[in-house]
């Protein structure tokens, strides 16, 4: 058997490319207006809980200052994201894929197995027990997946003018628009914490093994 | 540092990459067919009618931030602004049976509407306001569109950057119950920030849309003779979306 499906593959590398692309024209998209806030309005300094830094050219698409073009790449990308990400949700609950690997057992939640786990990541034993994943990818793999990712698409929704007449209630649940604004900000920050961590993790951990295992599906040990 | 330097040109390879795809003409088609797509889509979920929100008075924001341009000096602008707008016309013509001018006045006399609504700058702040003007939509109908008009531009005062500012939507938008030629904010005649003494609320729309000191309302059956032909300054000069929905 597969150590990856082959849907988990293909979402996987797609969904990479989508991030990529929304998090760097997103970063665009940010320095145009630099402050963030909370609630339905606020435009000015003294309303701002925020101040972000002005992202530099490298980090940004299209690598120079064009919220236009930034603008073109973010709602173009946001439909494969969204879609791809309806598609995995789909798919690991169909090939069981989230109830076998991923949920987590009220057992795991014991501190005392926490802590054993921690511990270990900081050992840097990456040894799973029998499990396909030890708690702590668990968790990060369902934040990742059923938090961060589609806390994007609901606030991105939640932004958009033209969605408002229809999904009033949504902006109204995320506090107003400028609060899914900072919503928006935040969850595509802890993305990119997830993606620094993700790529650490696979490097200190046989990485040719790992990636290869995401390309060709591997085997399972 | 090695480690930067190698992200700094990852980074810069990748957005090469991207560039490259954008300047292809499969590229260049692709980023313009998403903003359709989301257009098609927000069609297809939402009412022709579906309001934006409205708020209480109470939500008003303390001070309505203007933006682009904020007080314009070509033309016949400074002078209208001495003498009180007193002198200011709205034509309302194009594709339409019967051309008005209309003073401003006029423009008060006929049915009004009052919202307060929150308007969105594509660069990503808000702020909210109570607008009062009457419905695009009366203006039209005493107009008479012919069968052929498609779009209605607004034409502008303020000169920007060397290019006349205007902007368009669709019938949709400009029959849609919120889409007000305003002449007051917060129950006073329209700052000059704000576009004094006429603009547009296009409220289901980003804040470039909501054209400021109208001196026309153009009805066409197509934009493509218009300006540089993407539907509006900000589109023809930046390749800002046209539908500004998103």
């Not at chain 2, 933006?67 to 016949?76: A, C, H, I, K, L």
Request: glycine share 8%; hydrophobic share 45%; with cysteine.
């Amino acid at each position: 058997m597969k150590r990856h499906a082959l849907s988990t593959r293909v979402w996987h590398w797609l969904n990479l490319l989508c991030v990529v692309v929304l998090f760097m024209s997103g970063l665009t998209i940010s320095n145009a207006h630099r402050r963030l806030y909370w609630g339905d309005w606020g435009f000015a300094a003294e309303q701002a809980w925020l101040t972000v830094p002005r992202f530099p050219d490298w980090m940004t698409i299209p690598g120079y200052y064009s919220l236009a073009v930034a603008r073109d790449w973010h709602i173009l990308m946001a439909w494969p994201f969204a879609l791809g990400l309806l598609f995995i949700w789909i798919a690991m609950l169909a090939n069981r894929h989230f109830t076998r690997d991923i949920a987590t057992s009220r057992r795991e939640w014991k501190p005392g197995a926490v802590w054993h786990d921690i511990v270990r990541h900081l050992k840097l034993d990456f040894d799973h027990e029998g499990g396909k994943y030890n708690f702590l990818q668990k968790l990060a793999y369902g934040l990742v997946l059923g938090v961060f990712l589609p806390m994007m698409v609901f606030t991105g929704i939640a932004i958009s003018p033209g969605m408002e007449p229809t999904f009033g209630w949504l902006v109204e649940l995320l506090g107003g628009r400028q609060s899914a604004r900072s919503l928006h900000f935040i969850f595509a920050f802890a993305i990119a914490a997830f993606f620094v961590v993700h790529v650490v993790l696979v490097i200190l951990a046989e990485p040719v093994r790992q990636i290869g295992a995401m390309i060709t599906g591997g085997r399972e040990p | 540092m090695k480690r930067r330097n190698f992200l700094v040109a990852a980074g810069a390879a990748f957005v090469a990459g991207c560039n490259r795809i954008a300047e292809t003409d499969a590229g260049k088609s692709l980023l313009g067919a998403a903003e359709k797509w989301h257009e098609r889509a927000h069609r297809l979920l939402t009412d022709r009618k579906a309001l934006a929100p409205e708020y209480p008075r109470s939500a008003i924001s303390p001070y309505f931030r203007g933006n682009g341009s904020t007080d314009p000096q070509n033309g016949d602008y400074p002078r209208h602004v001495e003498e009180g707008f007193t002198n200011w016309r709205l034509e309302v013509r194009g594709l339409v049976e019967h051309p008005l001018s209309l003073s401003l006045e006029n423009i008060r006399k006929l049915p009004q509407r009052t919202q307060v609504t929150r308007h969105d700058c594509v660069e990503g702040w808000s702020a909210i306001g109570e607008w009062t003007g009457p419905q695009l939509a009366v203006l039209l109908e005493a107009a008479g569109l012919k069968p052929e008009a498609k779009f209605i531009v607004f034409r502008c005062a303020d000169n920007l950057n060397g290019q006349d500012y205007y902007e368009s939507v669709d019938l949709e938008d400009a029959f849609h119950p919120q889409t007000i030629v305003a002449h007051s904010l917060n129950g006073e005649p329209l700052p000059i920030r704000n576009g004094a003494p006429l603009r547009m609320r296009i409220e289901r729309q980003l804040g470039y849309k909501h054209a400021k000191y109208l001196t026309a309302i153009e009805a066409v059956a197509s934009l493509d003779d218009i300006g540089k032909g993407q539907g509006g300054y900000w589109e023809d000069r930046a390749g800002y979306q046209w539908y500004a929905g998103i």
